[in-house]
């Protein structure tokens, strides 16, 4: 036996109608449903609590989703609260978090059915949607925001397969400048960069490593560093052991650089950045990256913009695109990203 408070049908029951459940995890589960005012399909994200700490996390991914702003990012509508009690005692809070619906499904049921066909990506298809991933975390990491949890099931399409969003900000984190730092070990382990295997403090330069194992998924349709047994994972990410890319010169140097060392000198002259893990705005001013970047920036859809992929087989050296002047931000971009900074400097997860 159970009661919902009223509050809670009246606001919510009365505006989104439940269609079906699209999955379960150890958060609560998703379901698919429709805005009753406009007939919107939405994703509710279901999350249930059992403590004040849970509570309080649970509100702080609505906060961050609310007070982000970005094309490639999932988009945040609405959130509610519900409080079940049980007659023996018990107390469960619900928080739900109405969402944007991506109705090309995710990049990992991209990757598992074209696996099953046999086929490959194209390489046009490939930086097309890297270029998107790589632009939502550089407006994050602008923030001071570390994802810790990029990977395909995060990675979400629209319909027609060219737009992609990055999404599921459960894991986030904020901090306080460039430099500071974490230790708490979260995400999915195939995803770990080394200092999160070795115990070390890490930032926002975490998200980098992960968008290099991304990448290679993309091409390879295969994690760089699988393995059954998770001490062999964390073995192989320490010390880089992957089966080399194969057919994708231009991803195969970005991925390189991505599994860099994480520059733990913040002073080191700027003509020895090339030797450290590259920023998303680095990422962004590849010559691969960049032209679609400057596109996108632009206003162009994805699905108009032009990928061209170099026939030359030899990739640029290493520190070519890191010392390019990155592309100028839209200034409402900008503007908002320093109006609601202050806003996110408290502790997420």
Request: aromatic share 10%; hydrophobic share 35%.
């Amino acid at each position: 036996m159970f009661r919902n408070t009223p509050a809670f049908t009246s606001d919510f029951e009365k505006k989104y109608k439940k269609d079906k459940e699209l999955g379960k995890g150890a958060f609560g589960k998703a379901v698919l449903a429709t805005r009753k005012q406009d007939n919107l399909q939405v994703v509710i994200k279901l999350i249930k609590t059992k403590s004040d700490e849970d509570v309080t996390l649970a509100r702080e991914e609505a906060k961050v989703l609310k007070s982000l702003s970005h094309q490639f990012i999932v988009r945040y509508i609405d959130e509610y609260e519900s409080k079940s009690s049980f007659s023996w005692g018990e107390t469960i809070k619900e928080v739900r978090i109405v969402m944007e619906y991506c109705d090309g499904g995710d990049l990992q049921n991209a990757i598992d059915s074209t696996k099953i066909d046999g086929g490959r990506f194209s390489q046009e298809d490939i930086f097309l949607w890297f270029a998107q991933i790589v632009m939502a975390i550089e407006y994050i990491h602008t923030m001071k925001i570390a994802h810790r949890d990029i990977k395909p099931l995060n990675i979400f399409f629209m319909r027609g397969r060219k737009t992609c969003k990055l999404g599921d900000f459960g894991i986030v984190r904020c901090f306080n400048d460039d430099i500071a730092s974490t230790m708490s070990g979260v995400g999915t382990p195939l995803y770990f960069p080394p200092e999160i295997c070795l115990g070390e403090r890490y930032g926002v330069d975490c998200d980098i490593w992960s968008l290099g194992v991304l990448l290679y998924e993309m091409i390879m349709l295969t994690s760089p560093f699988f393995d059954r047994n998770m001490m062999q994972i964390y073995y192989k990410i320490k010390n880089r052991i992957y089966n080399p890319v194969q057919g994708c010169s231009h991803g195969a140097q970005i991925i390189k650089s991505c599994f860099k060392d994480r520059k733990k000198d913040h002073i080191a002259p700027q003509a020895q950045t090339y030797n450290f893990r590259p920023t998303a705005s680095d990422l962004l001013n590849h010559p691969v990256i960049f032209p679609i970047y400057s596109q996108l920036s632009q206003g162009i859809h994805p699905s108009r913009a032009t990928v061209t992929i170099s026939s030359n087989n030899q990739p640029p050296p290493p520190a070519s695109y890191q010392s390019r002047p990155p592309l100028a931000r839209r200034p409402s971009e900008l503007d908002r990203a320093r109006v609601i900074r202050q806003k996110l400097l408290v502790k997420v997860y």
